[in-house]
């Protein structure tokens, strides 16, 4: 028997459904985290409006979250199964692009997002 979860998913401009999928394991690099409250924001709402810039559908809203790490992928060193973690909208920046190196970090031009297939804020 696979793992699931329930989540509720943005179907269509609008329309919201509770729907079950699988639970991923975490890849190279990656934590999986079990969330445990999650924040909502403009994006999420503009998500579920249908009106996020670039939008595709289903989406599950909702990237500000706090939880424990629950699987921890292959060469991942810094968090381990049961750590406590918070990960915001801004998983972190390049560091190199024209508005990081002024300290504009919030404008970065390559700017980390977090989500399922990339949580670059909990790498190693």
Known sequence: MTASYRAVEVSEPGKLQVVERPVPEPAIGQVR???EACGVCHTDAATVSGTYPGLTLPRVPGHEVVGRVDAVGGGVSRWKVGD????GFFGGEDGVCEPCRR???VNCQN????GPASMEAMRR
């Open 84 to 87: 406590r973690v918070g990960v």
């Open 111 to 114: 700017p980390v997002i977090p």
């Open 33 to 35: 985290i079990r969330v």
């Open 103 to 105: 300290g504009d970090l």
